[in-house]
């Protein structure tokens, strides 16, 4: 899939805009962490002086200092909230950067919206068990436009199991509407080996077929479920596996998942980088190093969705 880029790229005013917010950023850095020095060596220093002096201080007054037990993991966390909130300002820099700067380095995508740490509303229509099983998600960047005409919505996540906390999913999410709603549910999703897989199988909805696709690496690492098997035939050999197939030479940290329900579709990217990954805090930001790979990665995803949302034919 190649890309335009010329198409694509901030040009002129915008071009122009963005390098400001990106030398504003540098020339605001170096001052920015002295400053996070500072906090550093005025708080964690003398709290790591007075954590010991409590700790010797019940090494030599107590004779068998169970109390440690409580009073240790207590002041570790005291001592993480203390620094967490010394980084506070430089972390709200950084931030302050990507709200000034994503709108318009991702303007092909017109007016974008920018959050982070919120839930998508798409959540609540994600198909689980029939795409992913979870339990908890932590949200990092989302950005909604509007790419050639398909509504889109990306987010960078994290997926987890209950008690444990496993992570089943890291990396990014794609909900887009296609041009026209698949009459059912399609969904290549993981497959799961061992106990998961086979409660999974026990477990899975009746009402959805599997297809095997014939192929035996896809059907070693998926699992091709629907309740059209008619339609979802023709897709599945026609596109949606060459689309597979591609996002996993382009995105190689974990099987890329696909979901299809009415006019909903989701397109699952694993990743472990941050999408929208800036350097950190002792280096500056480079545009033609940091910020065109962040567009390029951006488009690549909504190039494929916008396949996608073509492939599904118009009802006869």
């Not at 010991?52 to 019940?58: H, N, Q, T």
């Not at 987890?160 to 059912?184: E, L, Q, R, S, W």
Request: proline fraction near 7%.
């Amino acid at each position: 899939m190649l890309l335009d880029e010329k198409t694509i790229m901030p040009s002129g005013e915008v071009l122009e805009a963005v390098k400001a917010a990106i030398a504003d950023y540098n020339s605001g850095r170096p001052a920015m962490l002295q400053d996070l020095q500072r906090r550093w060596v005025s708080t964690i220093l003398p709290y790591g002086v007075i954590a010991i002096a409590v700790v010797i201080g019940i090494l030599v007054s107590v004779e068998r200092p169970v109390v440690l037990g409580f009073i240790i993991p207590l002041l570790a966390a005291i001592g993480w909230f203390i620094r967490h909130e010394a980084g506070r300002p430089m972390r709200d820099f950084r931030q302050s950067l990507r709200e000034r700067m994503l709108p318009k380095i991702f303007a092909f995508a017109g007016p974008i919206k920018y959050a982070n740490g919120i839930s998508p509303q798409f959540m609540r229509r994600l198909p689980t068990p029939g795409l992913v099983r979870f339990k908890g998600a932590i949200y990092d960047d989302l950005i909604a436009g509007v790419y050639e005409g398909m509504d889109f919505t990306l987010c960078e996540m994290r997926l987890t199991t209950g008690d444990d906390n496993k992570t089943v999913f890291k990396g990014i999410i794609v909900y887009f509407n296609p041009a026209h709603a698949f009459p059912g549910r399609l969904f290549a999703a993981k497959r799961v080996e061992g106990l998961q897989g086979f409660l999974d199988d026990i477990l899975a909805d009746r009402s959805l077929t599997t297809m095997p696709v014939d192929r035996g690496d896809l059907d070693h690492l998926y699992v091709f479920r629907t309740d059209r098997p008619d339609d979802a035939s023709p897709l599945l050999t026609g596109l949606i596996i060459p689309v597979l197939d591609y996002l996993a030479k382009d995105w190689p940290d974990g099987i890329p998942r696909l979901g299809l329900a009415g006019a909903d579709a989701f397109l699952m990217v694993a990743t472990e980088k941050d999408f929208f990954e800036l350097p950190d805090m002792h280096r500056d930001i480079n545009y033609e190093h940091h910020v065109l790979p962040m567009i390029r990665d951006l488009v690549s995803l909504l190039a494929t969705a916008r396949l996608v949302s073509k492939i599904v034919m118009p009802p006869q």
